[in-house]
T-cell receptor, first 112, second 112 residues
Framework: EAQVTQNPRYLITVTGKKLTVTCSQN?????MSWYRQDPGLGLRQIYY???????DKGDVPEGYKVSRKEKRNFPLILESPSPNQTSLYFC???????????FGDGTRLSIL | KNQVEQSPQSLIILEGKNCTLQ??????????LRWYKQDTGRGPVSLTI?????NTKSNGRYTATLDADTKQSSLHITASQLSDSASYIC???????????FGKGTSLLVTP
């Protein structure tokens, strides 16, 4: 089954404790992207990757890092999480940037 | 300033009725415009994607229209069902680059 898998689905942690949210897709997509979704603000793009070893900043990249060492994986790293990063996070992938994206089911992060 | 504005913010309709959601954008030139449906607690799912040269695209009971001259798009839902209750998100991609511009969405509630 074609899918985008995010882990964990839920996480409660404390300020400053490094965490990684993994994202994996099984559709051989070149394009992958991370978003955060907050009430009243909609989806906002954090980082995206056009292919392996090629990444670029979205609208809200501060406080986040990403890497794309393999085509199927695109982890989101919070080196020193802060409460303002409490949000619902989505990973998505597609064939190139012109095609519809497939989204994961989301990761709800709470930073205390 | 958000370059994609959606209206209304929320909408309640009776089951079986039709409705139309609006999306106005200032992104120019643009590559494509997408409509996504997001059920509560799930990732968005693609409904339609249109290039600047297309002016209508259908997906079952969903029909999207695009007027590139006025920079407006609409999503028409015919014979609404309870399962249509969701948030509908309009997304515009710039002609160059891979960044996407998201609207804040319209929350639709279909009642019996």
């Amino acid at each position: 089954e074609a899918q985008v898998t995010q882990n964990p689905r839920y996480l409660i942690t404390v300020t400053g404790k490094k965490l990684t949210v993994t994202c994996s897709q099984n559709m051989n997509h070149e394009y992958m992207s991370w978003y955060r979704q907050d009430p009243g603000l909609g989806l906002r793009q954090i980082y995206y990757s056009m292919n392996v070893e090629v990444t670029d900043k979205g609208d809200v990249p501060e406080g986040y890092k990403v890497s794309r060492k393999e085509k199927r994986n695109f982890p989101l790293i919070l080196e020193s999480p802060s409460p303002n990063q409490t949000s619902l996070y989505f990973c998505a992938s597609s064939f190139g940037g012109h095609q519809p994206q497939h989204f994961g089911d989301g990761t709800r992060l709470s930073i205390l | 300033k958000n370059q994609v504005e959606q209206s209304p913010q929320s909408l309640i309709i009776l089951e079986g009725k039709n409705c139309t959601l609006q999306c106005n954008y200032t992104v120019s030139p643009f590559s494509n415009l997408r409509w996504y449906k997001q059920d509560t607690g799930r990732g968005p799912v693609s409904l339609t994607i249109m290039t600047f040269s297309e002016n209508t695209k259908s997906n079952g009971r969903y029909t999207a229209t695009l007027d590139a001259d006025t920079k407006q798009s609409s999503l028409h839902i015919t014979a609404s069902q309870l399962s249509d209750s969701a948030s509908y998100i309009c997304v515009v991609r710039f002609h160059s680059g891979y960044a996407l511009n998201f609207g804040k969405g319209t929350s639709l509630l279909v009642t019996p």
